[in-house]
């Protein structure tokens, strides 16, 4: 959410394209808004040791209305443990380094409870993290949305490597925000908020965490810094 199209996103992605097919998976019809969860397993860089790396993305269900907000948190649960249970398989499957499960998750910790406790009740879940969390809570990346809602998240996994296996492992070390300011392509449009008022158009109504995780031993022998 929120990209910002001034930021060399290719330099991040082009190395690191899908090295299998890239699964979809649609929550149950019983959801409100036909939503699922996309995930593709990638090598972290282009050394012949580069370990993989799952990429995973998911936009939990959105707020309607105080009638209908029992239901929607009770299937922002269950569609969070769902893709946290899938990506977790999916990633010892892969032998994966890394698990990362990021997006709009419109969680609010108020009323929606913790996360990771969401999270870590599934099979093989027991190591999630929060990204934000894990580089000590920066208040200057904590709101995604508005002065003071954290909707976006980025949670990670580091599945424990099998015997014998030279899989580092890997920690975040920044999160920062993008899609904060203006891009010279939208440059003097605005839009009307629902207050009336006018206000400069961004990329999206949500600011975008650019994070950055690196192995947690030196000489690993491949890239040394994902974002």
Same mark, same amino acid.
């Given at each position: 959410?929120?990209?910002?199209?001034?930021?060399?996103?290719?330099?991040?992605?082009?190395?690191?394209?899908?090295?299998?097919?890239?699964?979809?998976?649609?929550?149950?019809?019983?959801?409100?808004?036909?939503?699922?969860?996309?995930?593709?397993?990638?090598?972290?860089?282009?050394?012949?040791?580069?370990?993989?790396?799952?990429?995973?993305?998911?936009?939990?269900?959105?707020?309607?209305?105080?009638?209908?907000?029992?239901?929607?948190?009770?299937?922002?649960?269950?569609?969070?443990?769902?893709?946290?249970?899938?990506?977790?398989?999916?990633?010892?499957?892969?032998?994966?380094?890394?698990?990362?499960?990021?997006?709009?998750?419109?969680?609010?910790?108020?009323?929606?409870?913790?996360?990771?406790?969401?999270?870590?009740?599934?099979?093989?879940?027991?190591?999630?993290? +929060?990204?934000?969390?894990?580089?000590? @809570?920066?208040?200057?990346? %904590? !709101?995604?949305? &508005? *002065?003071?809602?954290? /909707? =976006?998240?980025?949670?990670?996994?580091?599945?424990?490597?099998?015997?014998?296996?030279?899989?580092?492992?890997?920690?975040?070390?920044?999160?920062?925000?993008?899609?904060?300011?203006?891009?010279?392509?939208?440059?003097?449009?605005?839009?009307?908020?629902?207050?009336?008022?006018?206000?400069?158009?961004?990329?999206? +109504?949500?600011?975008?965490?650019?994070? @950055?995780?690196?192995?947690? %031993? !030196?000489?690993? &022998? *491949?890239?040394?810094? /994902? =974002?």
């Amino acid at each position: 959410a929120g990209a910002d199209p001034q930021l060399p996103i290719s330099r991040h992605i082009s190395p690191y394209l899908p090295t299998s097919p890239a699964p979809t998976s649609a929550w149950p019809a019983r959801r409100m808004m036909s939503r699922g969860l996309l995930m593709a397993v990638t090598k972290w860089g282009s050394a012949p040791n580069a370990p993989h790396v799952l990429l995973a993305t998911t936009h939990l269900e959105s707020w309607i209305g105080p009638e209908a907000n029992g239901e929607v948190l009770a299937n922002r649960r269950s569609q969070l443990a769902e893709a946290g249970e899938k990506v977790a398989r999916r990633a010892a499957e892969a032998q994966c380094c890394l698990a990362v499960l990021a997006g709009d998750m419109n969680w609010n910790d108020a009323d929606g409870g913790d996360p990771l406790e969401v999270l870590r009740a599934t099979a093989g879940g027991g190591g999630w993290r +929060d990204a934000w969390q894990a580089v000590g @809570s920066p208040q200057e990346s %904590r !709101a995604t949305m &508005g *002065w003071n809602f954290r /909707l =976006d998240r980025c949670f990670y996994l580091c599945p424990p490597p099998r015997t014998g296996s030279s899989v580092p492992q890997v920690q975040p070390t920044a999160v920062s925000l993008v899609g904060k300011s203006q891009p010279p392509s939208l440059h003097g449009r605005t839009v009307e908020t629902r207050g009336g008022k006018r206000q400069k158009l961004l990329p999206s +109504d949500h600011r975008g965490l650019l994070v @950055s995780f690196a192995p947690r %031993r !030196a000489g690993a &022998g *491949w890239a040394a810094e /994902l =974002d």
